[in-house]
């Protein structure tokens, strides 16, 4: 039988005493959290013991006795032995050290029916003629650095808590979830006037931060102006005004509006009087305040920028002449397609139709930047103090511009994806009509159908209409979608950006590279000491998770601005006509 004690490194040196900790449940091991110095009353060790126990809400015990032998001390060793009849125990742990020696050695002293306390020795039982002995239990001690352990997270966590009842913890599980609820036993400090002294990982003084301290301190007044100032944001938004179809409609397509009540939502949290309800809910609070930090600190370097040397009139002093050079493009892209683009022969009078149509609609969009062109350096630059909210609102706001500004181009792609859609369905159904079949709308599927002479006759005139129409229309759809799809690529990598700016765990990922052991996923054990005369002894050190385990856990929720369809389905809609909307929506939120 192997009995396996983990022992802190921290007590390897400690003065004589008793071993504080507790025995982990349904498996042969036990914790030691700290040693209690001799001398003390055992009296006050047992009240101790009971007020630790209530304040930490876990078992709580004197394990044994620790003996490191000095000068003056020759009977230590008897009498910590003798405590045990103080202490009662199923089994008592005396450990000794000698000087010289990395080793322990362990003595297990159990109790028989009668309440004394034996120690268990190698014997010998005869049974059939055959011997076999039956050796003493042996002892295996596991080195832990107790501070690690104390502030580490052993992973996978699920919802923060863990259900014993349909999970029951493991032994290394219990092992750190011990020394983590074991928090108040090492507020006794080695230089305070208390009747016990004890050796633990803080026994040299408290750690302590007066940066922390202060912003403690300072974050109740700071959630109560937030909590104010979100209940008047929510008085605002909640109007009645706001309910309206059309102001929902632009709210929901809007990117600023979606980046702003997403922030909003954030601060709802953070300013919540509500403690976290587990390990992962307050990693991802902090992942929303290092966030918020880092996004309004890029914004203030994007204002400093931009109001630094006049950008805001150079940037509004190019942006009318790269309207007019585009739509200078467009119109001799234009006048290409109504020729004879590529040597192909296009139906002339459908190609002069299209061709004339869209080129109203560049006039009227020149027109309509020459009317706006006095206030947009008004625009730009009102626009540009929203980067003091962040970064991302000045991005969003910039998605929106291009939204606008490109206007034009989205309308062509609509005309030219409706008109060639529609042939492409009627082309289909009248080949369905050959074939003798029908759609059945009710069933959805194709069924047998009969047609007669005159309906047979109508629907070859509009298939070959169609088909002879067809590679006019599918040119000025190819077109525009190319045109389309650099506007909808444009706006995606703003969005991404914006997205990997509000979800990226910085505050997860700055504690795996600065303090990995926070985050652990896994221990390893090397041998630390085998002496001849001495148990074993192994180091247990901690695996950290990789850093893309912790930005899969720890990354925010965020409201998705990426197509929920296969490769396959973008195809499939390009392919036939079908519109492809790159706008995130605020109801798809993804995890």
Known sequence: MVLKVFFPQCCNRADSGLLVGRWISGHDSAVVLAVIHYPFIPGQVKQYVQQMKAQSGGELSVLGSWSLPKDGQEGMESFLRDLSTIFPQERWLQINRELGKTGFTCQVLQRDQNGKVIQRETKKKVEGGDEEEQEEEKVIFVHYEQKKVMFSQLHPVENGVLDPKTDPPSELRQMFQSVAGSAPLFFLDRYDDGPLKSTHWQSDGREASILVELLKQASVPLCMLLSWLLSIWTWISSARIFSLFPLRFLSSKLSTCVQLSYRTEHMRTLSSAKPAAGHTHFIRKANM???????????????????????????????????????????????????????????????????????????????YIHLMSPFIEGILWYGGLSACFGLTFALSLLSDMVALLTFHIYCFYVYGARLYCLKIYGLASLWRLFRGKKWNVLRQRVDSCSYDLDQLFIGTLLFTVLLFLLPTTALYYLVFTLLRLVVVLFQGVIHLSVDFINSFPLFAVGLRLTRSHRLAEGVKFRVLCEEPGTALHLLMEINPLKCSTVVQNYRTPTYSCYPKDSWAALIKKLFVGELIYPWRHKTTKTD
Do not use: C
């Open 289 to 367: 305040v290092v966030s918020f930090l880092v996004d309004v600190s890029l914004g203030m370097l994007l204002i400093w920028w931009l109001y630094r040397d006049d950008h805001i009139s150079m940037l509004a002093n190019t942006l009318v002449p790269a309207a007019d050079h585009v739509a200078k493009e467009l119109e001799e892209l234009l006048q290409w397609l109504m020729g004879a683009p590529a040597g192909l022969k296009m139906n002339r009078a459908l190609d002069q139709v299209l061709g004339r149509f869209f080129l109203y609609h560049i006039h009227l969009w020149i027109s």
